[in-house]
T-cell receptor, first 115, second 111 residues
Framework: DTEVTQTPKHLVMGMTNKKSLKCEQH?????MYWYKQKAKKPPELMFV???????INESVPSRFSPECPNSSLLNLHLHALQPEDSALYLC??????????????FGQGTRLTVV | GQNIDQPTEMTATEGAIVQINCTYQ??????LFWYQQHAGEAPTFLSY????GLEEKGRFSSFLSRSKGYSYLLLKELQMKDSASYLC????????????FGGGTRVLVKP
């Protein structure tokens, strides 16, 4: 199983809503990531979790709140988003330390639209 | 910080060969990845180089020169389904498991 599963696939939310994006992998990977991708742009890293601890936060606004409940799950809680936050949100995982030189596997993404 | 540069677009004919170049400037280089991404889909892993030289995997090959900060992805016997964006990504040792992507190269394969 080399799959990273993200739900939902599509999400439309208002600026006052609270929603969550979910990501799951069962490959035993210990590093998990959130990326944001705007149309025709490359993925931009938001957060990295390593062994269920937040290791990198790329100065992401606090309206995005990540959570790693266990080694297989990664959530991204959304609150008071802006229309410019509309994008494809990609989750990825990789083996993590000590085998850091391994590829990241990406989920299919959640297409988020903020209205 | 780091700069990762690749051409924005390339067009090639079915059955031909296309070479996508990627140049980078970074400290603590710890590997270079190539991903393929079709429109609206997730990036999928193609290749990984950490030492100098050529890695061949079927119709796709990737080359790395660390001293020149240069890599290329070679696509042979192009097929229509190869029309996609190709992303070069660099991993830095000092940045944990951080993977930073270049802008991507959109390849259009024509009949």
């Amino acid at each position: 199983d080399t799959e990273v599963t993200q739900t939902p696939k599509h999400l439309v939310m208002g600026m006052t809503n609270k929603k969550s994006l979910k990501c799951e992998q069962h490959m035993g990977h210990r590093a998990m990531y959130w990326y944001k991708q705007k149309a025709k742009k490359p993925p931009e890293l938001m957060f990295v979790y390593s062994y269920e601890k937040l290791s990198i936060n790329e100065s992401v606004p606090s309206r995005f709140s990540p959570e790693c409940p266990n080694s297989s799950l990664l959530n991204l809680h959304l609150h008071a988003l802006q229309p410019e936050d509309s994008a494809l949100y990609l989750c990825a995982s990789s083996q993590g330390a000590p085998r850091m030189n391994t590829e990241a596997f990406f989920g299919q993404g959640t297409r988020l639209t903020v209205v | 910080g780091q700069n990762i540069d690749q051409p924005t677009e390339m067009t090639a004919t079915e059955g031909a060969i296309v070479q996508i170049n990627c140049t980078y400037q970074t400290s603590g280089f710890n590997g270079l990845f190539w991903y393929q991404q079709h429109a609206g889909e997730a990036p999928t892993f193609l290749s990984y180089n950490v030492l100098d030289g050529l890695e061949e995997k079927g119709r796709f090959s990737s080359f790395l020169s660390r001293s020149k900060g240069y890599s290329y992805l070679l696509l042979k016997e192009l097929q229509m389904k190869d029309s996609a964006s190709y992303l070069c990504a660099v991993r830095r040792r000092a940045a944990g498991n951080k993977l930073t992507f270049g802008g991507g190269t959109r390849v259009l394969v024509k009949p």
